[in-house]
């Protein structure tokens, strides 16, 4: 039964929360123990919607997963692979985009994979191009079939020359994933290289493959033809710790987000001070503070890293809509990632979008029909509203907008933030959040 949340907005939140392991790191290194000839260890993973589908997606293809009762670290045991029938796949259609990347460790474990039809965040058209075409280029048959798609490789996968038309991170970990056991050497040129996808590296090299990262963006991998199992703790997630930064910059808040690394997030750092955000850049994390004083409007472009992430671009308005003047905030990865604002607009906030790059440079949907720059003016007085979460980053920050708003808002849908925030609901209430949460009719 889905819940709903009503928040009393106007109460800043204070306190400590935990970050664990990144929600985009973490099943992709589950979906890696399929490679292995013996059992993993990954350790700091979070209790999240897509860590569950993925298990279950394992479970269903005969990967023992194991969980710790006191750590929750996973052990997996991939040494019965198996094919799953594709009713039971198919049950998980709709539910994650992960399991297009489970395509080629299933092809090297088992020699084909059934992929259901993906979801995700609606946040644009979202397809999986890339990956059929990379998947293909490794020699791979690619056939569409009800309900999902067939992949099969008669004669195993062969490592491939592969140039990417945008450094797509999923693209990216497709090719990771296939290239490590595909015969012969694989190099890719227009690769992603987000924190995460190194950090997907990291687990590779730990069971035995031989990639190498070089600066301009080109991947190299010798493909091996097996590999072993690794032990490994996750990365941190740094969408979340971005996300509880604005929470706090929002609500007039102070948070210390436990386990925030500076490392990975200079990019959003730089940008929280330049908005007037406070911090304190500790070892075992960051706390993040408003200052009391007025926020700076700003300019804004999202990218793919180091840039400023897309995921983080969501949240960050919401505080953008209390600061002092104009920012404009143009989306470069995402088509469609400002559905979000209708809501903030129903509160009160003063935001245009338009469909022109508004940013230095002009990106792919310059001078096509996507409304992929926001104008934010502020500041402007937040009013308590009802709400349907529409994705996970645009959910996270229609709470926030309704903590800090005046009056009373009626979240639902809340079950989508879930997906990536864990235990959500317990962390609100241990910043002094004043919130019921009660079962929808
Ligand atoms: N794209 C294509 N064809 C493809 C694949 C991607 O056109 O076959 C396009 C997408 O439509 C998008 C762009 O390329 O416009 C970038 O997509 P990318 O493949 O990089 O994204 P992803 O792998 O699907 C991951 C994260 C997203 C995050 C993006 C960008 C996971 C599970 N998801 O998605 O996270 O926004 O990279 O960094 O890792 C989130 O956490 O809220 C989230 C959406």
Redesign the pocket.
């Known amino acids: 039964m889905s819940s709903v949340l009503t928040i009393r907005g106007g109460v800043p939140l204070t306190g400590r929360v935990t970050v664990r392991g990144a ?3 973490v ?2 290194a589950m979906v890696a123990a399929l490679l292995g000839n013996e059992p993993s260890v990954l350790r700091n993973v979070p209790e999240i919607k ?1 860590v569950e589908v993925v298990t279950s997606l394992l479970q269903l293809h005969g990967v023992t997963v194991e969980k710790d009762p006191h750590t929750g670290d996973l052990t997996l045991d991939p040494t019965n692979a198996k094919t799953a029938s594709h009713t039971a796949i198919d049950a998980h259609a709709g539910d ?3 399991p297009i990347l489970l395509c080629g460790p299933l092809i090297h474990a088992i020699g084909e994979a059934f992929i259901p039809d993906l979801g ?2 609606k ?11 990379v998947l293909r280029q490794f020699g791979a048959v690619v056939e569409k079939r009800p309900g999902g798609i067939h992949i099969s490789a008669p004669g195993g996968l062969k490592g491939a020359k592969i140039s990417l038309p ?8 497709q090719v990771l994933l296939s290239a490590t056991r595909a015969e012969g050497i694989t190099e890719l040129s227009g690769a ?1 290289t ?1 924190p ?1 996808i190194v950090d997907l590296i990291a687990v590779l090299q730990k069971m035995g493959a031989i990639i190498s990262v070089q600066t301009d963006r080109t991947i190299r991998i010798e493909g091996v033809p097996d590999l072993g199992g690794y032990n490994h703790r996750a990365l941190s997630d740094r ?1 979340e710790s971005a996300s509880w930064a604005s929470a706090a910059l929002v609500t007039r808040g102070d948070i210390f987000v436990e386990g925030a690394t500076q490392r990975d997030m200079m990019t959003f750092l730089n940008t929280y001070r330049k908005v007037g955000g406070g911090m304190e850049i500790g070892d075992d994390g960051i706390r993040f503070y408003h200052k009391g004083g007025k926020l700076n409007p700003l300019v804004l472009e999202t990218d ?2 180091p840039g400023f ?3 983080w671009q969501q949240p960050l308005i919401v505080a953008l809509t209390q600061a002092e003047g104009v920012s404009i905030v143009h989306e470069t ?3 469609n990632r400002f559905g979000f604002t209708d809501a903030l607009i129903r509160m009160g906030a003063n935001i245009q979008v338009h469909r022109e790059c508004l940013g230095s440079v002009p990106c792919r949907f310059g001078q096509r029909n996507f409304l992929h720059s926001a104008v934010i003016s502020g500041p402007a007085q937040l009013t308590g509203t009802d709400i349907d979460v529409p ?3 645009g959910g996270f920050s229609h709470l926030i907008a309704a903590l800090a708003a005046y009056g009373t808002s009626r979240v639902t849908g809340i079950d989508i933030i879930n997906r ?1 925030y864990e235990r959500f609901t317990e962390k609100l209430a241990g910043l002094g959040a004043d919130f019921d949460i009660t079962s929808a009719e």
Do not use: F, Q
């Not at 945008?166 to 970990?173: F, H, R």
């Open positions: 929600k985009n790191l099943p992709k897509d994650s985009r992960i995700g965040c946040i644009g058209d979202r397809p999986i191009d890339y990956h059929l075409d945008y450094p797509s991170v999923g693209a990216t970990e992603a987000e995460e969408n793919v890293h992430m897309t995921d990865v995402y088509e994705d996970l980053r990536g």
